[in-house]
């Protein structure tokens, strides 16, 4: 499946997947706040996921989409929030299934 968007999650989910979940998890430490969102709607393609964050990037036709909201959150966590956001995509085990989905991961400093 491709993703390139939030939106696009959900376009994903549209069709036929079974266990459509989507996960929050949140790590603090001393120095970082760690905000990560993983879905089970099996990643993005390998050949565009560097992309992602790029502005007017968008896999949907040009009338569904902008491209802009991944490119903006990027630049708000970063220039904004002095924060790093990134994307990868994973496999892991959730009730003895196993899912491959995209797992964005939002880093704060701690100040």
């Given at each position: 499946s491709t993703?390139?968007?939030?939106?696009a999650?959900s376009?994903?989910y549209?069709?036929q997947?079974?266990?459509?979940?989507?996960f929050l998890?949140i790590?603090?430490?001393?120095e970082?706040?760690t905000i990560?969102i993983?879905d089970?709607?099996?990643?993005?393609?390998e050949?565009?996921i560097?992309r992602?964050?790029?502005?007017y990037f968008?896999?949907k036709h040009?009338?569904?989409s902008?491209?802009?909201?991944?490119?903006?959150?990027y630049?708000?966590?970063?220039?904004?929030?002095?924060g790093?956001?990134?994307v990868?995509?994973?496999d892991?085990k959730?009730?003895e299934?196993?899912?491959?989905g995209?797992?964005?991961?939002?880093?704060?400093p701690?100040?």
């Amino acid at each position: 499946s491709t993703l390139s968007s939030s939106s696009a999650a959900s376009d994903v989910y549209k069709r036929q997947i079974k266990d459509k979940l989507v996960f929050l998890d949140i790590f603090v430490d001393e120095e970082v706040l760690t905000i990560q969102i993983k879905d089970t709607a099996g990643g993005i393609d390998e050949d565009i996921i560097y992309r992602v964050f790029e502005p007017y990037f968008t896999t949907k036709h040009k009338s569904e989409s902008t491209g802009l909201g991944l490119y903006l959150s990027y630049i708000i966590v970063k220039n904004k929030m002095d924060g790093l956001i990134s994307v990868k995509n994973v496999d892991f085990k959730y009730l003895e299934k196993e899912y491959k989905g995209a797992q964005f991961s939002i880093v704060f400093p701690i100040k």
